[in-house]
Nanobody
């Protein structure tokens, strides 16, 4: 069964940057669409960004131009570079691996806190 391990969350001031990483273990990375989602306190989980095996990306309107998703198919890792962070970006960020054939997997979540 696939396993996702996230890292890179933390505390940052508004306007600052963070980079999240997520490693996929025990499965073939290129089979999956990789994504980042987030859940803020009192809110539903929302899509942040996705990237296909071929590198096609999709972003939530709220992060376009500030966040960049990328993947390294050799290192089995997906990244989320977050720039110009705002207090409203604070949330628990979850990595997702999705494949119609091989299933849907989630990481444990990593906290991002943005101070104003």
């Amino acid at each position: 069964q696939a396993q996702l391990v996230e890292s890179g969350g933390g505390l940052v001031q508004a306007g600052g940057s963070l980079k999240l990483s997520c490693v996929l273990a025990r499965s073939i990375f290129s089979n999956y669409v990789m994504g980042w989602y987030r859940r803020a306190p009192g809110k539903q989980r929302e899509l942040v960004a996705t990237i296909t095996g071929g590198g096609t990306t999709n972003y939530a309107d709220s992060v376009k131009g500030r966040f960049t998703i990328s993947r390294d198919n050799v290192k089995n890792t997906v990244y989320l570079q977050m720039n110009s962070l705002k207090p409203e970006d604070a949330a628990v960020y979850y990595c997702n691996a999705h494949s119609y054939r091989f299933g849907d997997y989630w990481g444990q979540g990593t906290q991002v806190t943005v101070s104003s």
